[in-house]
């Protein structure tokens, strides 16, 4: 049995102060019913809860989906600047940790999670998950470039696996990786003679970034995006 706004709270991006100011708003039902109580506590295994309307599931596990800024470090904890838990209420923060990292001048989707198994699954090497950027390059890429990147090019610590590159302009377009070595795209780059000037990443396992979460913005994701990457660890 957990109180109400816990509940919410829980599984949504709103606090628990939030979550008790849209239960006093009449934005909550409890079993088709309006609840007006905050504090009163339910049980998460049978109780049917809604948000304006909208069906929550209560999972034992969170997922988050959060839009990285620059500058952020991808931990739970580092000295050198702010980390990527920072940007969440301290009240959500208990045992997140980041599902992969992003370096600390690459923007976008990060997932933040306290289910450790999936997460293990997810960054395994052996599953080839697909991890999407958009990059913006200092010269022209030109199409040997982006064939001699997707067959694979010595980064130094490893010939990269094949990827897929899909060119929007001369400097800039997205890039399709399965795994994740240090700087890896940079170097990739590196190798071709040229430099990564930004890099954003916009999917991770079929998940892609929501288009309307601002920079250092963060939600929890859907029951169906949550499927689309337990589906993916499975494989």
Known sequence: MIRVDKYVSDCTALSR???GEAIRQRRVTVNGAFEGSPDRKIDEATAEVT???????????????LNKPEGHVSSTDDPS???VLDLLPPEKR???????????NTTGLLLLTDDGKTAHGLLSPKKHVEK???FTVARPVTREDAEALERGVDIGVCVTKPCRVVLLSDTSGTITITEGKYH????M???RMNKVTSLKRI????????GTLPEGGYRALTGEELSVLTRRQEQ
């Open 184 to 187: 890896q795209i940079k170097e």
């Open 132 to 134: 999407e950027y958009f």
């Open 81 to 83: 600047g702010p980390t």
């Open 94 to 104: 208990a045992g997140l940790f980041p599902c992969g990292r992003l370096d600390k």
């Open 189 to 191: 780059f590196k190798n």
């Open 51 to 65: 948000l304006d309307g909208a069906p929550l599931v209560y999972a034992r596990f969170h997922w988050y989906m």
């Open 17 to 19: 102060r939030q979550a």
């Open 203 to 210: 999917s991770f396992g079929g998940v892609k970034l929501d």
